[in-house]
């Protein structure tokens, strides 16, 4: 028998404690580090304010990733919130998160992220004049295009370039640090004295400013996603929160002192480039470079956000809730295929509108809507089920201080931004008739399209199904 005949269609487990912390860092240190300071300090008011919204979300993400990290391990399967949410309170909660993450918050945050990448690209280039629309719209299709392609065709190279990304995004902020600290050890501590003066009373600007700051903490789940590829996960899971969470918080504390320090409230407030402009004034000849190390940052955070993602896709279509072809596996590549190039068609369609803000605005609250119900899973498996194995069990108060402070982070939106949660609302409640037509109840002929649709689409991809677990 040759050995091609004994290779079994499984996803690899080609993830180690490195790959998996370089995940967690990859799409943690995205764009959101250089979006979300001027937003957080808009909304608090002041110095002090800021920085205690990111030192408490930095906490909170920790509550989180450890909540996660015994799902993680008692539900050892790729999914992520999908496949908590469907164990712990069945199919229909967790096809509705399928549906708004397949449609609109993943793809719509490729989109957003590519967008980035292409706006740090491109000025550079041409300094002089504005860059048109459709030029940076063709960059970031080009750039999600570019990524997919990686991550269908070596998913261990994919994680190895992740590495590469890691490495690269953390020597960006330790440079603006050391500029930050460069600065005050001359003397520039002034922004810091009075650093409570004009903090914001109000409950909804601050809740506001907890959201920014979670978004720039947003993927510390996304290693749960792709459990079964990971190495000794029962050990590697927890190992890779314990390293990335404290250093993300530690770093982003200090990147927004630097910030702070350089540029004080008003100037962080005024500029829509903030390392950029940073280094404009606090780093010399080094300068020239911040702007293509913060492009590698996005793009590298676009990447990993790819191959997870993928992932949930994958394990839904695998559980019948997505077509039987997204559940396929390249048989040369050993990759989810079907499913990448799916997310990229979305992640596509996402660049046709001009202004993706309110959409990025109402797709935040339902994402965090899921995730305080995929922690909330934690209480709930331990009530329902006290009897299943949890290689790890964390202390009852992290997931019960986690889901409580997420519950009230939702509530107040629907005073300050009733249009966005009614527009994610009506999304979510649009997937329930989709789910009874074309999962539950699909019609005859709708079955034999999706069968010849699929033939057709196993040749193009050259893939299967995965074989089963002897």
Request: net charge positive.
């Given at each position: 028998?040759?050995?091609?005949?004994?290779?079994?269609?499984?996803?690899?487990?080609?993830?180690?404690?490195?790959?998996?912390?370089?995940?967690?860092?990859?799409?943690?240190?995205?764009?959101?580090?250089?979006?979300?300071?001027?937003?957080?300090?808009?909304?608090?008011?002041?110095?002090?304010?800021?920085?205690?919204?990111?030192v408490?979300?930095?906490?909170?993400?920790?509550?989180?990733?450890?909540?996660?990290?015994?799902?993680?391990?008692?539900?050892?399967?790729s999914?992520?919130d999908?496949?908590?949410?469907?164990?712990?309170?069945?199919?229909?909660p967790?096809?509705?998160?399928?549906?708004?993450?397949?449609?609109?918050?993943?793809?719509?945050?490729?989109?957003?992220?590519?967008?980035?990448?292409?706006?740090?690209?491109?000025?550079?280039?041409?300094?002089?004049?504005?860059?048109?629309?459709?030029?940076?719209?063709?960059?970031?299709?080009?750039?999600?295009?570019?990524?997919?392609?990686?991550?269908?065709?070596?998913?261990?190279?994919?994680?190895?370039?992740?590495?590469?990304?890691?490495?690269?995004?953390?020597?960006?902020?330790c440079?603006?640090?050391?500029?930050?600290?460069i600065?005050?050890?001359?003397?520039?501590?002034?922004?810091?004295?009075?650093?409570?003066?004009?903090?914001?009373?109000?409950?909804?600007?601050?809740?506001?400013?907890?959201?920014?700051?979670?978004?720039?903490?947003?993927?510390?789940?996304?290693?749960?996603?792709?459990?079964e590829?990971?190495?000794?996960?029962?050990?590697?899971l927890?190992?890779?929160?314990?390293?990335?969470l404290?250093?993300?918080?530690?770093?982003?504390?200090?990147?927004?002192?630097?910030?702070?320090?350089?540029?004080?409230?008003?100037?962080?407030m005024?500029?829509?480039?903030?390392?950029?402009?940073?280094?404009?004034?606090?780093?010399?000849?080094i300068?020239?470079?911040?702007?293509?190390?913060?492009?590698?940052?996005?793009?590298?955070?676009?990447?990993?956000?790819?191959?997870?993602?993928?992932?949930?896709?994958?394990?839904?279509?695998?559980?019948?809730?997505?077509?039987?072809?997204?559940?396929?596996?390249?048989?040369?590549?050993?990759?989810?295929?079907?499913?990448?190039?799916?997310?990229?068609?979305?992640?596509l369609?996402?660049?046709?509108?001009s202004n993706l803000t309110?959409?990025?605005?109402?797709?935040?609250?339902?994402?965090?809507?899921?995730?305080?119900?995929?922690c909330?899973?934690?209480l709930?498996?331990?009530?329902?089920?006290?009897?299943?194995?949890?290689?790890?069990?964390?202390?009852?108060?992290?997931?019960?201080?986690?889901v409580?402070?997420?519950?009230?982070?939702?509530?107040?939106?629907?005073?300050?931004?009733?249009?966005?949660?009614?527009?994610?609302?009506?999304?979510?409640?649009?997937?329930?008739?989709?789910?009874?037509v074309?999962?539950v109840?699909?019609?005859?002929?709708?079955?034999?399209?999706?069968?010849?649709?699929?033939?057709?689409?196993?040749?193009?991809?050259?893939?299967?199904?995965?074989?089963?677990?002897?």
């Amino acid at each position: 028998m040759s050995s091609q005949s004994l290779t079994r269609v499984r996803m690899r487990k080609q993830l180690g404690l490195l790959e998996g912390v370089a995940i967690i860092l990859g799409i943690i240190f995205g764009s959101g580090i250089f979006i979300s300071p001027k937003e957080v300090l808009e909304k608090t008011g002041s110095v002090w304010g800021a920085l205690t919204v990111w030192v408490a979300c930095g906490a909170l993400a920790t509550l989180g990733a450890l909540s996660y990290a015994e799902l993680g391990t008692a539900l050892a399967q790729s999914g992520g919130d999908y496949h908590y949410i469907n164990k712990a309170f069945g199919p229909l909660p967790a096809f509705l998160y399928l549906w708004d993450a397949n449609m609109v918050f993943v793809p719509s945050t490729n989109a957003i992220m590519a967008l980035t990448f292409a706006s740090n690209l491109l000025e550079p280039m041409f300094p002089s004049c504005s860059n048109d629309p459709m030029a940076k719209k063709l960059v970031a299709a080009a750039t999600i295009c570019l990524l997919t392609f990686v991550n269908a065709y070596n998913v261990k190279f994919t994680t190895k370039l992740q590495n590469v990304f890691m490495f690269t995004k953390i020597a960006a902020l330790c440079i603006i640090i050391a500029g930050g600290v460069i600065w005050m050890a001359k003397g520039g501590i002034d922004n810091f004295e009075n650093g409570w003066s004009g903090t914001k009373l109000s409950v909804s600007d601050w809740s506001v400013a907890f959201y920014s700051g979670i978004f720039s903490y947003s993927g510390w789940n996304y290693l749960n996603f792709m459990t079964e590829e990971l190495r000794n996960p029962y050990v590697n899971l927890p190992r890779a929160i314990y390293v990335s969470l404290p250093l993300v918080t530690g770093i982003y504390v200090l990147a927004n002192v630097a910030y702070l320090a350089v540029l004080g409230p008003v100037g962080v407030m005024a500029t829509d480039a903030i390392a950029v402009d940073f280094a404009l004034i606090a780093l010399g000849w080094i300068k020239w470079v911040m702007p293509t190390l913060v492009a590698i940052a996005i793009v590298g955070g676009l990447s990993v956000h790819i191959m997870t993602s993928s992932r949930m896709c994958f394990a839904g279509a695998r559980n019948g809730h997505m077509p039987e072809l997204l559940a396929h596996i390249n048989v040369r590549c050993m990759s989810p295929m079907p499913s990448l190039v799916f997310l990229m068609i979305i992640s596509l369609i996402m660049l046709m509108p001009s202004n993706l803000t309110s959409l990025i605005t109402y797709c935040t609250v339902v994402e965090s809507f899921f995730t305080t119900l995929s922690c909330s899973a934690v209480l709930w498996l331990r009530y329902s089920q006290p009897e299943l194995v949890r290689p790890i069990k964390v202390a009852i108060w992290m997931p019960v201080v986690f889901v409580l402070v997420c519950a009230v982070l939702l509530v107040v939106p629907v005073v300050s931004e009733p249009v966005a949660v009614l527009a994610g609302a009506l999304m979510t409640c649009a997937g329930i008739p989709v789910y009874y037509v074309f999962v539950v109840h699909t019609p005859q002929f709708m079955r034999r399209f999706a069968t010849k649709f699929t033939h057709v689409c196993q040749k193009l991809f050259y893939s299967t199904v995965e074989d089963k677990e002897e």
